[in-house]
């Protein structure tokens, strides 16, 4: 049986983690979710997920602090993290020009286009295996 890629979804709205986990497994990736930032780090460390797809604006810790802590982990620094946000694009703008944090691989506005999701994953995992 061949490896499933595994995606780690990480958002607060339950709404956005059964649409984004149910298009995922449809597109076969194993799919793991995590509610928060917290519970999002540790999933990150013990599921070890080829790709995590990250919100901004959650409880109990916000998507820019959880996205410097998974790019400075140890287990976690190479894991390639895509923005799903309701946050404007101005927010890319942020990211693009921190010191503490690389950009993202990859920035969504919700809602998201699917396509371009699924097409920017897949370039994600392929650069990945070189």
């Known amino acids: 049986m061949k490896y499933r890629k595994k995606i780690l979804v990480i958002d607060d709205e339950k709404d956005v983690l059964t649409y984004l ?3 995922f497994a449809d597109n076969d990736f194993a799919v793991v979710c995590a509610e928060n930032g917290r519970e999002g780090l540790k999933r990150a460390i013990s599921d070890s997920p080829d790709v995590i797809t990250l919100d901004i604006s959650m409880p ?3 998507g820019v602090k959880l996205l410097r802590e998974l790019q400075s982990g140890e287990s976690t620094r190479k894991i390639p993290v895509i923005v799903i946000t309701g946050v404007s694009s101005d927010l890319k703008r942020f990211l693009d020009n921190r010191n503490q944090i690389h950009s993202p691989e990859g920035y969504f506005e919700k809602p998201v286009d699917r396509d371009l999701l699924l097409t920017k994953v897949k370039e994600i995992l392929k650069a990945a295996k070189k």
């Open 21 to 23: 986990s149910t298009f």
């Open 60 to 62: 109990e810790e916000s």
